[in-house]
């Protein structure tokens, strides 16, 4: 395979392509990528004070003064986006209520949409295929090989460092996890004016990283009204979504992953003799997903109760 | 090994999505299916940094025996300099496959400490998840830090192995 990887918003991101990818345009493609993100920090950083966003924040910059800035449309999308997000979660995302006190703060929509953005960038560059990985947001173009086989993209385990929950095969499309493990407790609950600690973490797969990220915030943030607001989202959108809560327990839109979930935890339990942490009740009740591709049942039972 | 692998498609969004999964063993334990050989089929959990040869500052390990399948042993990546100073990690291998890795330098300061207890865990858990689950990118807590990206590349470089 073939990898690049660079620092860029405060995270790591690494892009892989097949090995039979052109080296030429991956090079300037990953280069042209990686400008782009280097370029939107510069303009969305809340660390870098003379920033666009630590200019709004301050009231140096007023956001009737935004189109004469150089990244106008940058950041006219951003906030479009915010707004986006804010209305689709009924108020629980909300770049203007970010920290105590609240304070404009679009991070949480930033990353995403950066790398939605950038991803295209290099496909448009001419990199048919690749994983585009930004501090744990993830984007595929294409399949892993040209046999076809679907990028394989694992979700972390926010509770055992050396674990992963499971691995989603994913071609042309999105998953985005947000939680508190990645940078500590960098997502707010806007309602409350705290950070939002309920759940240790919330996946979502779907087409598009700008979405899949701002809605894993939007359900970091509403906690235990999280599975209530991706069922819907999964019925509206067929955004399907993971979540894990602060106690273990594995939750998901889609009753096939949370099998599958499920089963792997049962399957450790046996083979470690119980020192596998806790069983989540990874129950797909309440969950929408189309229940009919479910095969949990394919494997024989592992022998636990 | 239980693998079962089964399709499902979602249909609104038009991803596909492919769930695949192994019984979830120590990264030790699960390298065996994919590569065959005695080597890699006698090991047990357990076999972390100091069971294989060791040298510091190069690569010490000794060629695989079996078919060709990688090299074995515990290798020491290069010092790689950071913003938040230098990073430095030594990774064991089994056949070509990585089964372990430890941090040997931490970046420090009150600061990079903080971000680094996090961060070089789960950097672990990811570089061992993406071998003994054969993934491509791990999404979720991955604050990958590039000092130490660069260090463990340095260590594949050398063994000669494609994680």
């Not at chain 1, 950070?195 to 899949?212: D, E, F, M, N, R």
């Not at chain 2, 019984?23 to 334990?29: D, R, T």
């Not at chain 2, 994919?34 to 006698?42: K, R």
Request: proline share 6%; hydrophobic share 40%; charged share 15%.
């Amino acid at each position: 395979v073939r990898t690049a990887v660079e620092h860029h918003m405060g995270t790591a991101i690494s892009i892989t392509a097949p090995e039979e990818t052109d080296p030429d345009a991956f090079e300037a493609g990953c280069g042209a990528a990686f400008a782009l993100l280097h370029r939107y920090d510069e303009v969305f950083s809340t660390y870098l004070p003379d920033s666009a966003v630590s200019r709004l924040r301050d009231g140096r910059l007023t956001f009737d003064r935004i189109g004469a800035e150089p990244d106008a449309d940058a950041l006219r999308e951003v906030l479009a986006l915010c707004a986006q997000l804010h209305r689709e979660s009924g108020g629980a995302f909300d770049a203007f209520a970010v920290g105590d006190p609240p304070a404009f703060d679009p991070s949480g929509a930033v990353k995403g949409w950066a790398a939605e953005t950038a991803a295209g960038i290099l496909a448009a560059r001419g990199v048919p295929r690749f994983a585009f990985n930004a501090g744990g947001d993830v984007r595929v173009y294409g399949a892993r090989d040209s046999a076809g086989e679907p990028w394989r993209v694992a979700i972390a385990d926010p509770h055992r460092p050396n674990r992963i929950l499971t691995v989603i095969g994913l071609q042309d499309g999105a998953l985005a996890t947000s939680g508190t493990a990645e940078r500590g407790e960098h997502l707010w609950d806007p309602r409350t004016g705290r950070p939002a600690t309920a759940l240790a973490q919330v996946t979502v797969i779907g087409s598009s990283l700008t979405l899949a990220d701002g809605y894993a915030t939007a359900a970091y943030a509403l906690g235990t009204g999280a599975a209530a607001w991706l069922t819907a989202l999964a019925r509206r959108t067929g955004y399907q979504a993971v979540t894990v809560t602060a106690d273990a327990t594995v939750w998901s839109t889609d009753p096939s992953i949370a099998a599958a979930i499920r089963e792997a935890r049962a399957a450790e339990v046996a083979e470690e003799g119980g020192g596998g942490g806790p069983v989540g009740g990874a129950d797909g009740a309440g969950g929408v997903g189309p229940t009919g591709a479910a095969a949990a049942g394919t494997r024989p039972a592992t022998g636990v109760a | 090994m239980r693998k079962v692998t089964f399709a499902l498609i979602a249909t609104a969004v038009g991803v596909f999505l492919v769930l695949s999964y192994k019984s979830h063993s120590p990264p030790a334990a699960t390298a065996t299916p994919a590569v065959p050989g005695p080597v890699a089929a006698g090991s047990g959990p357990g076999t972390g940094p100091g069971t294989g040869p060791d040298a510091s500052g190069g690569a010490a390990g000794t060629p695989g025996a079996t078919g060709g399948a990688g090299r074995t042993g515990t290798f020491t990546g290069a010092v790689a300099e950071t913003p938040y100073g230098p990073v430095q990690v030594r990774a064991t291998l089994k056949s070509g496959k990585l089964t372990d890795v430890t941090v040997l330098q931490e970046t420090d300061g009150s600061l990079s400490r903080q971000i680094d207890a996090r961060a070089l865990p789960i950097l672990k858990s990811e570089a061992l998840a993406a071998d003994s689950w054969n993934v491509d990118t791990v999404s979720g807590a991955t604050y990958t830090s590039l000092g130490y990206s660069r260090s463990l590349q340095s260590v594949l470089d050398q063994a000669g192995t494609q994680s």
